[in-house]
C-alpha cells in the first residue's frame, strides 16, 4: 500500500488513526507532532524511506506516512479530504475537546476507505490527469496573460506615437497660425500705407488746385 498509516489529532492527542499494515508508525507519529507548527501549514517530514505528509488547520493536524516515491500532491489531496470529510460527519466541535482515540469509532472508517481508494492506481491516474489538466489551464492562462501584456505594450506604443504626432501637429498648427498672423498684418500695413500715399496725393492736389485759383 502507498498509504501506510493516517492519523487525526489535535496538538499532541491522537483522535484517530487506521494503519494498513503494521510498524511503529504510531511512534514515528507522536514525534512528528512535536515537531509540528501550531499555524496552519502543510508540510512533509522524511523518516528513512517513508515521508509523513502533515496538514494543520485550526488547530488540528491531519497526517499520513507514504513511501518516499510517492506522489505528494496525492498525499495532500488525500489529507483534505479528510479534512473535508470531518466537517461533512460535524465532527469537528468533537475533535476540540475529545480525548485520545474519541473519534477512531467513528471516523476509522472514513479514514480507512478514503486510504484505499487514494491508494488505489486507478484513482492515483485519476488524480494526476487532474493535475495535469490543471496545470495545462494554468499554463495556458500564463500564456493569455503574457499575450496580453504585449498587445497592452503595443497600444501603449501606438498611444505614445499618436501623443507624439498630436504634440507635434499642436506645434506646427501654432506656428502656420503665427506665420498667418504675421502675414496679415503685413498685408494690412501695406493697405493701410498706400491708401494714406493716395490720401496724401489728393490732399497735395486739392491744396494745388486752390493756391491756384487764387
Given at each position: 500500500m502507498p498509504i501506510y498509516y493516517a492519523l487525526l489529532a489535535r496538538r499532541r492527542v491522537v483522535l484517530c488513526d487506521y494503519a494498513d499494515v503494521s510498524g511503529n508508525f504510531e511512534s514515528l507519529s507522536q514525534a512528528v507532532l512535536e515537531r509540528l507548527p501550531t499555524t496552519d501549514t502543510k508540510i512533509s517530514y522524511e523518516s528513512g524511506t517513508y515521508l509523513f505528509?502533515?496538514?494543520?488547520?485550526?488547530?488540528?493536524?491531519?497526517?499520513?506516512?507514504?513511501?518516499?516515491?510517492?506522489?505528494?500532491?496525492?498525499?495532500?489531496?488525500?489529507?483534505?479530504?479528510?479534512?473535508?470529510?470531518?466537517?461533512?460527519?460535524?465532527?469537528?466541535?468533537?475533535?476540540?475537546i475529545a480525548g485520545p482515540y474519541?473519534?477512531?469509532?467513528?471516523?476509522?472508517?472514513?479514514?480507512?476507505s478514503l486510504m484505499h481508494r487514494y491508494s488505489s492506481s486507478d484513482h492515483l491516474t485519476s488524480l494526476q490527469t487532474q493535475v495535469d489538466d490543471v496545470k495545462g489551464i494554468m499554463t495556458e492562462n500564463i500564456e493569455k496573460v503574457i499575450r496580453r501584456g504585449e498587445a497592452l505594450e503595443?497600444?501603449?506604443?501606438?498611444?505614445?506615437?499618436?501623443?507624439?504626432?498630436?504634440?507635434?501637429?499642436?506645434?506646427?498648427?501654432?506656428?502656420?497660425k503665427r506665420k498667418m498672423c504675421f502675414q496679415s498684418c503685413k498685408c494690412w500695413t501695406v493697405c493701410i500705407f498706400i491708401i494714406l500715399v493716395i490720401l496724401a496725393v489728393v490732399v497735395t492736389l486739392i491744396v494745388l488746385a486752390v493756391m491756384h485759383k487764387l
Amino acid at each position: 500500500m502507498p498509504i501506510y498509516y493516517a492519523l487525526l489529532a489535535r496538538r499532541r492527542v491522537v483522535l484517530c488513526d487506521y494503519a494498513d499494515v503494521s510498524g511503529n508508525f504510531e511512534s514515528l507519529s507522536q514525534a512528528v507532532l512535536e515537531r509540528l507548527p501550531t499555524t496552519d501549514t502543510k508540510i512533509s517530514y522524511e523518516s528513512g524511506t517513508y515521508l509523513f505528509h502533515c496538514v494543520v488547520s485550526q488547530g488540528l493536524s491531519f497526517i499520513c506516512v507514504t513511501e518516499a516515491t510517492f506522489d505528494r500532491n496525492v498525499a495532500y489531496a488525500y489529507l483534505f479530504e479528510l479534512q473535508r470529510q470531518l466537517a461533512s460527519a460535524r465532527l469537528e466541535q468533537r475533535a476540540a475537546i475529545a480525548g485520545p482515540y474519541a473519534l477512531r469509532r467513528d471516523f476509522s472508517g472514513v479514514v480507512k476507505s478514503l486510504m484505499h481508494r487514494y491508494s488505489s492506481s486507478d484513482h492515483l491516474t485519476s488524480l494526476q490527469t487532474q493535475v495535469d489538466d490543471v496545470k495545462g489551464i494554468m499554463t495556458e492562462n500564463i500564456e493569455k496573460v503574457i499575450r496580453r501584456g504585449e498587445a497592452l505594450e503595443d497600444i501603449q506604443e501606438r498611444s505614445d506615437s499618436l501623443l507624439l504626432s498630436s504634440a507635434q501637429f499642436r506645434t506646427t498648427a501654432t506656428k502656420l497660425k503665427r506665420k498667418m498672423c504675421f502675414q496679415s498684418c503685413k498685408c494690412w500695413t501695406v493697405c493701410i500705407f498706400i491708401i494714406l500715399v493716395i490720401l496724401a496725393v489728393v490732399v497735395t492736389l486739392i491744396v494745388l488746385a486752390v493756391m491756384h485759383k487764387l
